[in-house]
Structures are given as C-alpha cells and as structure tokens.
C-alpha cells in the first residue's frame, strides 16, 4: 500500500473493504440512529407509567432513618458521632461550637413519628441551602413511670440512631451549654457528592 500527500489509493480502500467483509462486518443499508422507540403500543403504555412512577418518587422524601429498635440514651449523656475520614480539628471546632450553625429545628412536643417527619425536611432543606452546620434540639425529658412508658428520652435516643444513617451528616456532637447543652445537637453537614475527599 502505498500513501501520498495523506491520499489513500482505490486499491487501498478496495482491500480495506474486502477485509471488512471477510471479518463478517456489514455494511448499513439505513443510516439513521434508533431511537428506542416501543415497537407496539402495549410498550408504549409501559414505559409512559415507568416514567410517571420515577417521577413521582423523585418528589417524595426518601427516608433514611430506621423505624427499628434504638439505643437508649441518658438524659445527660453528652451524644458524640463523626465518620471516619473527618479532619480531627473539624470534630474538635464542631464540639467547641467553633462552628457557627445556620438553622435550628426544635422538636419538642412532637411525637416520634412526626419528629422523624420534620428532622428528614428539615434536613432536606438544609441540604438544598448548602448548609454547613446546623442546631437540632431534641430535648432531654423523659417519659414518666407512672405512664407505662419508657423512662429514657425517646426523641433523644431516636436523633442519635437517626443522625448516623443520613448520608449527609459527617458529624454530630451534644451542643454548648448556651444552644441547649445535652438537650440539643450540633449537626456537620456535608456540601458536596458523598465520597468527595476532603480538603
């Protein structure tokens, strides 16, 4: 074969071509792209409800805290959680409250359904304003004996076990005296994609 100036010979392509057809290649006889359409209507109704179902689930809160049985707290147990590739002065200035928080939620009077309710909104929204460090208070108070019911804080114990499922915390410590002391956490939210290094 032999090149000129970039120019390619008719013998040149004919060889090219009969070795395509040797290797079972074939050539288009259409030259357009499928569109993946349905080929019947049937297909057509599928993928329509398909794509109304995924539509609609993207709207819908996704719940990541667990409805299974949580670890009992103390009232005054001081709450300290952190993922593993968190910088040790980040945790360090999040447990000074170093790290000044930018929207509160207060859980107090809800029931534990709707305090899981209004943490998984609250955290939604944090997520969507960028978001750094947020303040949740979840109290201390327990439930009385007298009652039947439990006597450790139920919303409390629930915030611990809730927090350390949500993907984008990376960290959660009892607050400073002055934002709530044990009765509140501090909350480090992540800004970006899950797996990003840090800096």
């Known amino acids: 074969m032999s090149r000129r100036g970039g120019q390619t010979s008719d013998d040149d392509i004919g060889a090219f071509r009969r070795a395509l057809e040797d290797a079972g290649v074939k050539r288009l006889t259409v030259n357009r792209a499928n569109p993946g359409k349905p080929r019947n209507k049937q297909q057509a109704a599928m993928t329509e409800r398909r794509a109304a179902a995924t539509a609609a689930a993207s709207t819908q809160l996704v719940s990541h805290a667990s409805d299974g049985r949580v670890e009992a707290v103390r009232p005054s147990e001081f709450l300290d959680f952190a993922v593993t590739d968190l910088p040790y002065r980040t945790h360090t200035q999040l447990k000074r409250g170093r790290i000044p928080w930018e929207a509160g939620l207060d859980l107090h009077g809800y029931n534990l359904d709707e305090a899981r309710t209004e943490l998984e909104r609250f955290l939604h929204d944090a997520a969507a304003n960028r978001a750094r460090c947020v303040l949740i208070v979840h109290g201390k108070s327990r439930s ?9 804080p139920v919303i409390k114990s629930h915030v611990n076990a809730w927090l350390r499922e949500w993907p984008s915390v990376l960290a959660f ?7 709530g002391g044990t009765g509140a956490v501090y909350v480090l939210l992540r800004r970006r994609p899950s797996g990003t290094p840090f800096p």
């Open 144 to 152: 009385s004996t007298n009652s039947g019911l439990t006597d450790y």
């Open 173 to 179: 410590c009892s607050a400073r005296e002055p934002d």
